[in-house]
T-cell receptor
Framework: AQKITQTQPGMFVQEKEAVTLDCTYDTSDPSYGLFWYKQPSSGEMIFLIYQGSYDQQNATEGRYSLNFQKARKSANLVISASQLGDSAMYFCAMREGRGNTDKLIFGTGTRLQVFP | DAMVIQNPRYQVTQFGKPVTLSCSQTLNHNVMYWYQQKSSQAPKLLFHYYDKDFNNEADTPDNFQSRRPNTSFCFLDIRSPGLGDAAMYLC?????????????FGQGTRLTVV
């Protein structure tokens, strides 16, 4: 069963507008972490933002914020004031487990294109 | 300064010829991951080391092996590469801080099989 689901293969947004990238997850573990990574065409994974399962407030990092709805098991990324340099693949990831079972798994990604 | 370094960035190998990809880290992290990422797909976890303990994913082919001689280095060995093994291979490291700990990625090695 898919643990991380990103239903938007591609998204378009105009420069300076806000965009929301969707992510839903599935876990029975009460303790987990949710991450968003950006992957430009060069290939490296760039960490953007983190949300812990016990965090009471939505995470924010500059122009990035996470709309965390625990009951719905969703962790959508909101990018405000989009820039041309935001064009990339965006991956939602979840870390769960402890010790040897601790691992980070990824969703299928959303390709974001920002146009002028 | 790069903290997770993968060498080489680009690797071309012949069908069936063993190839080794390397990953080194300066972060002294206990956990190291290897992911395979095919074009336009999600990174797929192949295996990871939790300190010295090796953890293989159930669906990782036997063709893929790994070695971790010390904390700083980790290797991915592909014993007999097939055309379907052409992909980007990503190495990542993480501390033992639990589910909230960020993973740091190298720049990846893009493997071509000819």
């Amino acid at each position: 069963a898919q643990k991380i689901t990103q239903t938007q293969p591609g998204m378009f947004v105009q420069e300076k507008e806000a965009v929301t990238l969707d992510c839903t997850y599935d876990t029975s573990d009460p303790s987990y972490g949710l991450f968003w990574y950006k992957q430009p065409s060069s290939g490296e994974m760039i960490f953007l933002i983190y949300q812990g399962s016990y965090d009471q407030q939505n995470a924010t990092e500059g122009r990035y914020s996470l709309n965390f709805q625990k009951a719905r098991k969703s962790a959508n990324l909101v990018i405000s004031a989009s820039q041309l340099g935001d064009s990339a693949m965006y991956f939602c990831a979840m870390r769960e487990g402890r010790g040897n079972t601790d691992k980070l798994i990824f969703g299928t990604g959303t390709r974001l294109q920002v146009f002028p | 300064d790069a903290m997770v370094i993968q060498n080489p960035r680009y690797q071309v190998t012949q069908f069936g010829k063993p190839v080794t990809l390397s990953c080194s880290q300066t972060l002294n992290h206990n956990v190291m991951y290897w992911y395979q990422q095919k074009s336009s797909q999600a990174p797929k976890l192949l295996f990871h080391y939790y300190d010295k303990d090796f953890n293989n994913e159930a669906d990782t082919p036997d063709n893929f092996q790994s070695r971790r001689p010390n904390t700083s280095f980790c290797f991915l060995d592909i014993r007999s590469p097939g055309l379907g093994d052409a992909a980007m291979y990503l190495c990542a490291t993480s501390d033992l801080g639990g589910v909230g700990t960020e993973a740091f990625f190298g720049q990846g090695t893009r493997l071509t099989v000819v």
